[in-house]
């Protein structure tokens, strides 16, 4: 009897000794835990996790991430949510991450261009009249300009803009908001605004103008409020040809120049001005998580490329001499995606080599993901690539 109370005594203790033990080494994995992600969050990759739960059933599967469409020269690509959107000669068509098509929107468009903004996907026709607006669901509007359109944009939320000609006019602006509603336009019988831009929640519009001041070439960028009837803000961007336009946030747009890339707020002031290291850019890329990609080169012709990354204030990250062709650049989240005639390299944005593959097949275009995945594309054939 005496050592069954002795045994029921101590029962308790050794339960209370074992629990003390597993706390204490949960608390010391918490602290090597925190402090792992201190000292090492730069090499830790959080996207190849994400990467292994989401493809883990399907890596060994040889028909996934395959994509087939007609091939054609005019066809443009672009990542919308985890799938591909093409837009062609025959309209806009939306493939799933397994390759299966999900729908199509049917319109001839002779000169295609396409934007992707998250789960959103704009395909227009320059010079043409139609524009097809869809999200990752299907098919959401489609409309036709009165006169030829010269550009557009997209923001993630849905909203869109574009410029086109007009009778009577030198340019017309037009936006929708996100419930694909005419929200406004703005009719310029002074200046040409061939180039637009619109804020993430469609309350901003930004446009590039041309003009002159004392006999010399001059661009400007002007801002407009949706919900007013007057230009905010006009700035000039001097003696420069503008190649594109977009928001970084509701009031800040970076302009992509012949010579030089330039950060104006709506108040008129310039945050920033980046001057090319080379005299000619060959590409650019806008979408990156707080970066922008230049391909630059010395001459005209030839591949003494290199490759820059820019921030959001005009600073230098990083810059890389590449001297070999670059046929393509897609930029995502942190990554950048080089597609050379023997690889495929994805750099961050401080120009670290992530991944690198030389199985790139016949690929001669490349789509960057934010999660650090890819796609390949060339020969009527998209192909994703898993680092």
């Excluded at 308790?12 to 949960?26: G, Q, T």
């Excluded at 005419?182 to 605004?193: G, I, K, M, N, V």
């Excluded at 690929?363 to 060339?378: F, K, N, P, W, Y």
Aim: charged content about 20%; proline content about 2%.
């Amino acid at each position: 009897m005496w050592n069954k109370l002795v045994d029921a005594q101590e029962h308790p203790k050794k339960k209370n000794l074992v629990r003390r033990i597993v706390v204490f080494v949960v608390i010391v994995a918490a602290v090597c835990s925190a402090v792992g992600l201190i000292l090492f969050q730069e090499s830790l990759n959080f996207d190849a996790l994400r990467r292994w739960f989401k493809y883990f059933n399907i890596r060994d599967d040889g028909d996934y991430g395959i994509y087939s469409f007609d091939s054609h020269n005019s066809n443009r690509y672009g990542a919308a949510g985890s799938g591909l959107a093409v837009a062609s000669v025959g309209g806009l068509i939306y493939y799933q991450d397994n390759g299966a098509e999900r729908f199509s929107m049917q319109s001839q468009l002779e000169l295609p261009q396409l934007i992707t903004r998250g789960k959103y996907m704009l395909a227009y026709d320059v010079g043409g009249t139609k524009l097809l607006l869809a999200n990752t669901s299907g098919s959401l509007l489609e409309l036709s300009s009165d006169k030829a359109v010269l550009d557009a944009d997209l923001s993630s939320s849905g909203a869109f803009c574009y410029s086109s000609s007009s009778s009577g006019y030198k340019s017309v602006l037009t936006v929708y908001n996100s419930r694909q509603e005419l929200a406004y336009r703005w009719l310029s019988s002074t200046t040409y605004l061939p180039v637009c831009a619109i804020s993430e929640k469609g309350t901003m519009l930004a446009a590039v103008g041309l003009g002159a001041t004392g006999g010399a070439y001059e661009s400007s960028v002007s801002f407009f409020r949706t919900d007013a009837n007057e230009i905010q803000n006009t700035v000039s961007l001097g003696n420069e040809l503008i190649y594109d336009l977009d928001f970084l946030n509701n009031d800040t747009v970076i302009a992509v120049g012949e010579h030089t890339v330039q950060i104006v707020k709506s108040d008129g002031t310039v945050v920033g001005q980046y001057a090319y290291e080379e005299p000619y850019l060959k590409t650019y890329r806008l979408e990156g998580d707080g970066f922008l990609a230049l391909v630059v080169n010395m001459y005209k012709a030839g591949n003494r490329n290199s490759l820059i990354t820019v921030d959001d204030s005009g600073e230098e990250i990083a810059s890389l001499y590449l001297g070999k062709e670059v046929l393509d650049i897609s930029a995502s989240g942190n990554y950048l995606a080089v597609l050379t005639p023997d690889a495929l390299t994805i750099y961050t944005s401080s120009l670290h080599v992530y991944a690198e593959t030389v199985d790139i097949g016949s690929a001669t275009s490349v789509l960057m993901r934010e999660d650090g995945s890819a796609v390949l594309i060339g020969g009527g054939a998209g192909k994703l690539y898993l680092p």
